[in-house]
């Protein structure tokens, strides 16, 4: 069906149904129009059927700073940008851009006149900021004089030494036998501890077992990256299933979640060449703990226009150009049934959407000319529930930064 509006999104909403868990997906980190299109679906995901919090593809810290100021936490940011400048650590673009603040507008205007328990949260459930996260913790249990302040400083003192490098921090770790894995479990078992004693009502003390659990996990997550294999992805997104489940439990038995990530972790691995490689990911880990009925999987998808995305890792932020999507692929499919935006509902069982087909990924480092290794096979009905495709889409617009032209 075609795409015009944001009222055609209707057949999405209706779908999903009483599913707890709506996943919305991105084929890159930086198309406005999936930033726009999952915004529109969220609010609509909110107002009409009583979703509770966002979750994304983002570090807890800096989507903490964002999610107090959208609750309009006592000494919070007093402006969305000043909410957004904690997203300074690269890729910036993916969350401090307009398409974000607008949203964020939205959900502060939404929570204005909501009771505490009733305003809707926005959290970053990724495995990256382990330094962010301990200067968080021990920043919080200094100020309210925690006795957990012991155990904080002690693992925060292990990671000391390697100088906020988490290369180093993994190569001693993993070959040289110097872990810091007792000390975070200890901080994250004590943290645990002090929340289930103040009856899961104080966000600020699931704020600290969050941070901790990313210690947890990311010291396993840099130990296990320079071992090679799929280890490192799979604590990553067993990761993100983790906290998801955490920030749900916080928000009570009836609680429902929309996660914002790319489709390489929303769309179920098993349905792509990710399980051949011993790889899992949130999608399936989601389906197989819940059940199909209780998860909503949107993949987004588009055939050609520009995208915000960097060279090297690390490297400075650009507009590129997205080259029309290469034969035979899933996207070049849809163009040619119609050179416009559409969307697509799947019946799982539909046999011709049961061959594998190639599915474009851009991830924050692009390389346009290398463009055939950019194509998962996927068999696309069973990766997801329904899809949202833009023939031509354009860059995101980002906060920071001249923008290199195209």
Known sequence: MKLESADDLDAIVQAIGD???????????????????????????????????IAVEGDWPSCYTLNRYIKQYEDSAVKVREALRDFNRWPTWM???????????????????????????????????????????????????????????????????????????????????????????????????????????????LSDELNALVAVNAERYYRSMVQGGPDSWNVRDRHMVEALNRIKAFYGPDAKAIVWEHNTHIGDARATDMEADGMVNVG??????????????????????????????????????????????????LHKAGAYDKILLFDHDLEPFQVPIGHRAIGVVYNPRRERGNYVPS????????????????????????????
């Not at 919305?24 to 979703?51: D, M, N, P, Q």
Request: proline letters at 2%; a negative charge; charged letters at 25%.
């Open 19 to 53: 599913a707890d868990f709506v996943l919305l997906g991105e084929a890159s980190h930086g198309t406005s129009e999936f930033y726009t299109l999952r915004a529109e679906l969220s609010k609509r995901l909110i107002v009409e059927k009583g979703f509770s919090f």
């Open 95 to 205: 969350w401090a851009n307009n398409e974000v603040m607008n949203y964020a507008e939205w959900l502060y205007d939404y929570n204005k006149n909501k009771t505490d328990g009733r305003k809707v949260g926005f959290y970053g459930i990724d495995v990256y900021s382990l330094w962010e996260s301990m200067d968080e913790i021990l920043s919080h249990l200094k100020k309210t004089g925690s006795p957990e302040m012991e155990a904080a400083q002690k693992a925060f003192d292990c990671f000391d030494p390697y100088k906020r490098d988490p290369q180093t921090y993994g190569v001693s770790a993993a070959f040289l036998s110097e872990s810091c894995e007792e000390e975070v479990v200890k901080l994250l078992t004590d943290l645990q501890a002090k929340r289930q004693l103040s009856k899961g009502e104080d966000e600020s003390a």
């Open 284 to 333: 399936q880990l989601l389906r197989e703990q819940y059940g199909d009925n209780r998860v909503y999987v949107v993949g987004f998808g588009t055939h050609r226009g520009t995208v915000i995305a960097a060279d090297q890792w690390g490297g400075e932020m650009q507009a590129m150009m997205v080259p029309e999507a290469q034969s035979g692929s899933w996207e070049d499919v």
């Open 379 to 406: 068999v696309i009905a069973r990766r997801y529930d329904a899809f949202v495709y833009v023939d031509e889409s354009k860059a995101l617009a980002p906060l920071r930064q001249e923008i290199l032209h195209y």
